[in-house]
């Protein structure tokens, strides 16, 4: 693991003013200052993120910045005008660099321009692991400047959807703007979010006609044959035909992080509206553990989809953090290569730690072949590099947990984990978990995957629960008698065939 708590620990406890302020004549009810930020080992500028708040907790709005949720985004440098008082901050580059937190006092008159240092304690991109965004809502500029912010190279902006479509009666032109030195934003993404849930679209080169669709015809497996070379993410889930999508081979992965999971509104008539009774409201873990769980059913039937994440496309959801998937990509890297290592599983997802692991020299997405019955022991080769406090590191296999050990332990076994053991199909996959209180903050890698005389685990209960959901959704369709009814009907049967028969193909309870 870096040695970077005790860089951070000193960072935070410089105050700001003995980086930025000096005194100097100015207009008397305002300080003004400018603040540049650059890489110590490049000495090229490093665009960042600051939140300031004042004693009574709120954030201040710095003119002129980019400002999402209370937090100014800025490329290379920012221009600050504040009144005089005492204020807290948190400057932040991405995860990969240390954070400064702490106070200043700023007092009338006060100007200067500053430049502060900030040394990159990983760099993922040299280990060949990328971050992206697989769905961005906003203006290009604005997404421009959020991405160099926030570190990623590799984002699809939503243009396109139930409502809207920009690119109508317009030649399409280039739809990718590379930017900053390698980043990639695709301008082509689009949105299906209707009764049978939240589909995002990439990779796809003209919108699809979904505008002024009704909530529940068509579905949106309709458009199937027009999706050839594009990656379809499920939004979470948590979205009412999940199993339907799965059952006609629709997905490409599903979007297991984001803060549009917390914020997901589960209707009277949803299929998981009795688990959804069941969550605390002031739980914040709530509706993220239940996605998982699902996600977990999902590998327990023998779905094989990689997790992926989001952060935030509405606007009523866009916030700070720092939610992402991290492809590995062996071969040279392209935006094309990328979404090939995300369908191939050689991926993890996090909004805070950075999470490796190998297993035999094999990245996430691999299938290991077994003889069925004879004992096979996994070793997990961990490489962990946080920000955070650690509360605790789990191994989760065919759905439950394997192990847990917090960080200490993880310390003294010198970053040495037990073996995973297996005699018959299965899947695995690592998590940590942070003590962040205002969100559910981890890092999990895709499964690795067992297959025993070359057969993938598939759990009976697992797919009745999904042949049960089917059931439920089925009843809420809301369309009158006739031949569109007819057919929504006739998707759910069908899907509820495909979880029938894959109960029946079980070779685990």
């Known amino acids: 693991m870096p040695t970077s708590p005790s860089f951070v620990r000193k960072l935070a406890c410089l105050p700001l003013f003995a980086l930025l302020l000096f005194p100097s004549a100015a207009l008397a009810a305002y300080a003004h200052y400018e603040l540049k930020v650059i890489d110590e080992e490049t000495q090229l500028p490093c665009s960042a993120k600051i939140r300031i708040t004042d004693t009574r907790g709120k954030p201040k709005r710095i003119k002129g910045a980019l400002m999402i949720n209370g937090t100014a985004y800025f490329v290379g440098g920012l221009k600050m005008e504040l009144r005089p008082g005492k204020y807290d901050f948190r400057l932040d580059a991405g995860p990969e660099y240390p954070y400064i937190a702490g106070s200043f006092i700023l007092n009338s008159g006060d100007s200067d321009t500053r430049t502060i240092e900030l040394k990159r304690f990983i760099d993922m991109t040299r280990e060949r692991w990328y971050p992206g965004n697989v769905a961005m809502r906003g203006e290009t500029k604005d997404l421009e400047t959020i991405m160099m912010a926030d570190d990623l190279v590799i984002g699809n902006r939503i243009t396109w959807d139930n409502q809207i479509n920009p690119w109508a009666g317009k030649p399409l032109g280039t739809l990718m703007d590379e930017f900053g030195g390698d980043r990639y934003l695709w301008e082509m993404g689009g949105e299906d979010d209707r009764a049978g849930g939240k589909l995002w679209?990439?990779?796809?080169?003209?919108?699809?006609?979904?505008?002024?669709?009704?909530?529940?015809?068509?579905?949106?497996?309709?458009?199937?044959?027009?999706?050839?070379?594009?990656?379809?993410?499920?939004?979470?889930?948590?979205?009412?035909?999940?199993?339907?999508?799965?059952?006609?081979?629709?997905?490409?992965?599903?979007?297991?992080?984001?803060?549009?999971?917390?914020?997901?509104?589960?209707?009277?008539?949803?299929?998981?509206?009795?688990?959804?009774?069941?969550?605390?409201?002031?739980?914040?873990?709530?509706?993220?553990?239940?996605a998982l769980d699902i996600y977990y059913k999902l590998l327990e039937t023998g779905v094989r989809l990689p997790p992926v994440a989001a952060n935030g496309t509405d606007e009523d959801e866009q916030t700070s953090r720092l939610d992402r998937v991290y492809a590995k990509v062996e071969e040279i890297f392209t935006p094309d290569t990328w979404w090939d290592a995300v369908e191939a599983g050689h991926t993890f997802i996090t909004n805070g730690p950075l999470l490796r692991a190998t297993v035999e020299g094999e990245l996430p997405g691999h299938v290991f072949p077994i003889n069925i019955g004879e004992k096979h022991e996994f070793n997990i080769a961990l490489s962990l590099a946080t920000r955070e406090t650690i509360v605790y590191l789990e191994v989760i296999k065919n759905g439950q947990k394997d192990l847990e050990i917090s960080l200490?332990?993880?310390?003294?076994?010198?970053?040495?984990?037990?073996?995973?053991?297996?005699?018959?199909?299965?899947?695995?996959?690592?998590?940590?978990?942070?003590?962040?209180?205002?969100?559910?903050?981890?890092?999990?890698?895709?499964?690795?995957?067992?297959?025993?005389?070359?057969?993938?685990?598939?759990?009976?209960?697992?797919?009745?629960?999904?042949?049960?959901?089917?059931?439920r959704r089925a009843m809420s369709i809301d369309l009158p008698d006739g031949d569109q009814r007819n057919e929504i009907i006739d998707l759910q049967r069908d899907a509820r065939d495909f979880w029938q028969k894959r109960a029946k193909q079980a070779n685990a309870e």
């Not at 939004?235 to 199993?243: M, R």
């Not at 970053?415 to 903050?441: K, N």
């Open 408 to 471: 200490e332990e993880y310390k003294d076994r010198q970053g040495i984990l037990p073996p995973v053991v297996f005699e018959d199909s299965g899947w695995f996959l690592v998590r940590v978990v942070t003590q962040e209180a205002g969100y559910y903050q981890y890092a999990m890698t895709a499964p690795f995957y067992v297959e025993a005389n070359g057969q993938p685990r598939i759990s009976k209960s697992a797919a009745e629960f999904f042949r049960d959901w089917v059931f």
């Open 201 to 290: 679209f990439a990779q796809l080169k003209s919108p699809l006609p979904i505008q002024r669709l009704s909530e529940q015809y068509p579905a949106a497996t309709f458009f199937q044959s027009d999706l050839k070379g594009a990656h379809v993410t499920a939004g979470s889930p948590l979205e009412p035909d999940l199993p339907m999508w799965i059952s006609h081979d629709l997905l490409d992965s599903i979007c297991v992080m984001g803060p549009q999971i917390e914020a997901y509104q589960f209707p009277d008539k949803h299929p998981l509206a009795e688990q959804a009774k069941e969550l605390g409201k002031k739980d914040v873990t709530g509706k993220p553990r239940l």
